[in-house]
């Protein structure tokens, strides 16, 4: 492949039609907020029962890895703010067959990822209002945050900024409780002390791997501030901001309350995975009526991820568009937002749900898998991307390098090193084998198509 195609900028640099209706409040909340994902409430009460206490390893393992993926993407979107992030950086750096299939896995992972929020949405309110059937309440959460997305950028931020505003809330209560229950100074509850710890590997090995890959999925959605700063007053100072952060924010609100947990329940307690982790914590804790206040949290949660990823998926879409990557009609922006993308993407979520009902052991489940580990294989893109753009910058632009990764290249090595460790922990166990070799397929496919379009171009340029 000659240098003329694995150099090539993206055509538009600077996302110019869309608008910066973003606040740096607004970015900052998103940033603080979507660490706190439905998959930390959902997901992670099947990690604690596989792992035991050792899941507080196994975050903190999968966090470290998150942290420096967050540092490469940082550094690459300060530089070059696009509301194509990574798709947009990988282009740049490797080829628009890389933008093409990292931007692309993303999007379908983003629009089946809003059916799937919706769905357990609409199983919790459900269970409120028994009579009233699911798909409709799926669609009513279609409709509302398609619509807030269709109207303007800053309604989609400030939907945000109180979405986070709350979770940030709740977790922060979450904690400050556990902490005062562990230290025996909560009235009414008896300091456990380590006696829930003593049994730190429970299932061994394999049960920390299960857990470990748990983890990994629980991160996914980190991604959405640097595709959301390309929109906003300061895109250089808001990704700055949000990467320093990112740290400490990974280690209060995902292992510090996994310690919480692990520390106040019993990891075999049947109401960790029956009625979630921090129900089950709170339940522990004789707070009254715990169980409805945490659903509360996590439908916020829900639809917090529903509406940031109808964002995302819209802004790879144009951008992907915006650089001769798809069909035209989705680059169409009217009053700075890409209204044809926001449609698609929603209807592509609305038709996941439509699968779950008509066809859930055949076709969904095939899209499930398929995007099983698709939040991995964009890792690699961003890490490769970073290798790649790091010595360019320092050559050509070394004024754009406001964040830098941390011990460049050894620490970019080290963690393309451990997501080759997580493919391999994954093709090790029957259920996430069949989302790898899924996951897997779809990304050769899309390369396929990526550098066959990539050659065409290069023909008759």
Known sequence: MSNSTTTKAPRQPVDASLSHGLKQRHLSMIALGGVIGAGLFVGSGAGIAAAGPSIVVAYTASGLLVMLVMRMLGEMSAAYPSSGSFSAHAERAIGPWAGFTAGWAFWVLLCTAVGLEGIGAAQIVHGWLPGTPEWAWVALFMVVFCGTNLAAVKNFGEFEFWFAALKVGAISLFLVLGVLAICGVLPGTDSPGTSHLDDFLP???????????????????LETVTIAAAESENPVRGVASAVRTAMWRIALFYIGSMAVIVTLVPWDSPAVVEKGPYVAALDELGIPGAGQLMNIVVLVALLSAMNANIYGASRIGYSLVERGQ???????????????AVLVSSLFGFGCVLLSYWRPDDVFSWLLNMIGAVILVVWIFIAAAQLRLRRRLEREAPEKLVVRMWAFPWLTWVALAGMAAVFVLMAREPDTRVQLYSTGGMTLVLAAVGYARQRRGAARG
Request: aromatic share 6%.
């Open 326 to 340: 798809g069909p035209r009609m989705l680059g169409r922006v009217s009053g700075g937002v890409p209204r044809v």
């Open 203 to 221: 299932h061994g090995g394999n049960g920390l791997i299960i857990g470990l890959l748990a983890s990994v999925f629980a991160y996914g959605g």
